[in-house]
């Protein structure tokens, strides 16, 4: 199995994964591994080396991105919320490999990273940060509100949960268009907790609606477990009572990540409906900048650390001999140099015009029930 355990499951559901899945004639991420493996006695790699090198980039840029944005954070240069995604970054690099053009992503307000995996542009993003006119969401979305319309992307939400039935609804867009596009729709696993979710499960699956969801289960929502918060801690079951196609990932690696969403999209774009992965990752820092994460011990992170999706793309590069040690550590200082580029753009840039406050909101002068 490529699963891996949270503290304190149990087996059973294993079990009723696999007879659920080859009931349904799904692919279980345990059929893909061993296709995968099959390949790679004759071939080495599933991917080519151009794959490898592009997620490595953009996982690369992702980590030193954040890396940076944390030492400013604390430097007071960026102020207010401001959630890391360091350690998650398969789940937006693997579902950008394995999507089109077209498809549209929303996700909740750990959204420095998707834009970053999108092409957004690392200076408009910490620009967005630094809260300055030339962010990404003009200065004033902040990190929690990065927005890029052209690239599909969707926000950047803050109210937990709240991006669910926005996916859904642009999903809805894309079939009443009669488009083959899908909206991959990101929510934690604290925000399946909502019941909001239950109802977009529902609409989504009575409507046949092309959404995938991704339930990125970090293991917290805050500071409260995946186990404190609920009876039902394989996620990804949330989705059978709707009949949904459901399954979990070890997302930790790009590989089944890109296999997985690439599956989903397939079962999607064929007018079959949802699909629900849960992508079963790890933060390696706090819920946010203020919070030390005395909840977990110091031996869990490391063991996450050990499957490092940065490592792995790493030493699949290598080992493949699609990269040498040194070109890998010039893509390193060419990154670093990107992104510091990137703080330099910020600190130099305006800040909005006050007047920018009144712009890009929705007024409706004739609203009928405001009682002056
Ligand atoms: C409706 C609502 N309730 C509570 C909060 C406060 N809050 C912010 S983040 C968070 C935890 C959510 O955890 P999860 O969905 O697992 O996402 P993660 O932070 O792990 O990415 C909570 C409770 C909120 N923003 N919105
Ligand atoms: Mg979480």
Same mark, same amino acid.
């Given at each position: 199995?490529?699963?891996?355990?949270?503290?304190?499951?149990?087996? %059973? =559901?294993? !079990?009723?994964? *696999? &007879?659920?899945h080859?009931?349904?004639? *799904?692919?279980?991420?345990?059929?893909?591994?061993?296709?995968?493996?099959?390949k790679?006695?004759?071939?080495?790699?599933q991917?080519?080396?151009?794959?490898y090198?592009?997620?490595h980039?953009?996982?690369?840029?992702?980590?030193r991105?954040?890396?940076k944005a +944390?030492?400013?954070?604390?430097? /007071?240069?960026?102020?207010?919320?401001?959630?890391?995604?360091?350690?998650?970054?398969?789940?937006?690099?693997?579902a950008?490999?394995?999507?089109? $053009?077209?498809?549209?992503?929303?996700?909740?307000?750990?959204? !420095?990273?998707?834009?970053?995996?999108?092409?957004?542009g #690392?200076n408009?993003?910490m620009?967005?940060?630094?809260?300055?006119?030339t962010?990404?969401?003009?200065?004033?979305?902040?990190?929690?509100h990065?927005?890029?319309?052209?690239?599909?992307?969707?926000?950047?939400?803050? *109210?937990?949960?709240g /991006?669910?039935?926005?996916?859904?609804?642009?999903?809805?867009? @894309?079939k009443?268009?009669?488009?083959? &596009?899908?909206?991959?729709?990101?929510l934690?696993?604290?925000?399946?907790? /909502? +019941?909001?979710?239950?109802?977009?499960?529902?609409?989504?699956?009575?409507y046949?609606?092309?959404?995938?969801?991704?339930i990125?289960?970090n293991?917290?929502?805050?500071g409260?477990?995946?186990?404190?918060?609920?009876?039902?801690? @394989?996620?990804y079951?949330?989705g059978?009572?709707?009949?949904?196609?459901?399954q979990?990932v070890?997302?930790?690696?790009?590989?089944n990540v890109?296999?997985a969403?690439?599956?989903?999209?397939?079962?999607?774009r064929?007018?079959?409906?949802?699909?629900l992965?849960?992508?079963?990752?790890?933060?390696?820092?706090?819920h946010?900048?203020?919070? #030390? %994460?005395?909840?977990?011990?110091? @031996?869990?992170? @490391?063991?996450?650390?050990?499957?490092?999706?940065?490592?792995?793309?790493?030493?699949a590069?290598?080992?493949?001999?699609?990269?040498?040690?040194?070109e890998?550590?010039?893509?390193?200082?060419e990154?670093?140099?990107?992104?510091?580029?990137?703080?330099?753009?910020? $600190?130099?840039?305006? =800040?909005?015009? #006050?007047?920018?406050?009144?712009?890009d909101?929705?007024? /409706?002068?004739?609203?009928?029930?405001?009682?002056?």
């Amino acid at each position: 199995m490529i699963l891996f355990n949270f503290a304190g499951q149990n087996k %059973a =559901w294993t !079990h009723r994964l *696999i &007879n659920w899945h080859c009931k349904n004639k *799904i692919l279980t991420i345990d059929k893909m591994a061993s296709a995968k493996e099959k390949k790679t006695s004759s071939k080495k790699t599933q991917f080519s080396k151009e794959t490898y090198l592009n997620w490595h980039k953009s996982i690369l840029l992702m980590r030193r991105f954040e890396e940076k944005a +944390g030492q400013l954070y604390g430097r /007071q240069k960026i102020r207010g919320f401001c959630h890391l995604y360091i350690g998650q970054e398969a789940c937006a690099a693997g579902a950008v490999s394995a999507l089109k $053009e077209g498809d549209s992503y929303i996700t909740a307000y750990r959204d !420095h990273a998707h834009p970053l995996a999108l092409g957004s542009g #690392p200076n408009v993003v910490m620009a967005e940060l630094f809260g300055k006119a030339t962010g990404i969401s003009k200065g004033k979305g902040g990190s929690m509100h990065m927005f890029d319309k052209e690239r599909h992307f969707y926000g950047g939400h803050g *109210i937990v949960g709240g /991006q669910i039935p926005l996916g859904i609804g642009l999903a809805f867009a @894309e079939k009443y268009k009669k488009t083959d &596009n899908l909206c991959i729709t990101y929510l934690g696993d604290g925000a399946t907790r /909502q +019941g909001a979710l239950h109802e977009a499960f529902n609409l989504a699956m009575h409507y046949k609606l092309p959404v995938i969801f991704a339930i990125e289960n970090n293991g917290y929502a805050m500071g409260t477990s995946v186990q404190r918060s609920s009876n039902v801690h @394989e996620l990804y079951t949330l989705g059978e009572s709707y009949d949904m196609p459901s399954q979990p990932v070890d997302a930790m690696s790009v590989e089944n990540v890109h296999n997985a969403v690439a599956e989903a999209a397939k079962h999607v774009r064929e007018g079959k409906g949802p699909y629900l992965l849960e992508f079963r990752t790890y933060r390696y820092k706090g819920h946010s900048m203020s919070d #030390p %994460a005395k909840y977990r011990t110091k @031996e869990e992170v @490391e063991a996450y650390k050990k499957r490092d999706p940065l490592e792995q793309t790493k030493d699949a590069l290598l080992k493949n001999k699609f990269a040498t040690e040194e070109e890998l550590e010039e893509m390193d200082k060419e990154i670093k140099k990107v992104v510091e580029d990137s703080v330099k753009f910020a $600190e130099e840039s305006p =800040w909005p015009d #006050p007047e920018e406050a009144f712009k890009d909101v929705y007024v /409706q002068d004739d609203y009928p029930f405001i009682m002056e």
